[in-house]
């Protein structure tokens, strides 16, 4: 198991930008698929991004082009890179990793894009 710590969240201006870090401990993170997944109040948790071990990428179309995930593996931790943010990404961000059957997830950090 691993365990991951999220920061970076906060409020921003519609259009500004904010990179969220994903700290992980008792593992290293390169042997997992990582993901940065949000949920908005009354909403289901939908995945925003996702990187794979082999530095494979995903995104859904309501990100993509704005969004970006990294991964340091030197400094154990995962990054979401948010650009171009818009009161409609308001949400808990929640950092996950993966590895066959074994699943952990982040506190969450919260995100609020409002002018």
């Known amino acids: 198991q691993v365990q991951l710590v999220e920061s970076g969240g906060g409020l921003v201006q519609p259009g500004g930008s904010l990179r969220l870090s994903c700290a992980a401990s008792g593992s290293r993170v390169s042997r997992y698929d990582m993901g940065w997944y949000r949920q908005a109040p009354g909403k289901q948790r939908e995945m925003v991004a996702s990187?794979?071990?082999?530095?494979?990428?995903n995104y859904p179309e309501s990100v993509k082009g704005r969004f970006t995930i990294s991964r340091d593996d030197a400094k154990n931790t995962v990054y979401l890179q948010m650009n171009s943010l818009k009161p409609e990404d308001t949400a808990v961000y929640y950092c996950?990793?993966?590895?066959?059957?074994?699943?952990?997830w982040g506190q969450g950090t919260q995100v609020t894009v409002s002018s």
């Open positions: 990187i794979t071990t082999t530095g494979t990428t």
């Open positions: 996950r990793s993966q590895l066959l059957f074994r699943t952990s």
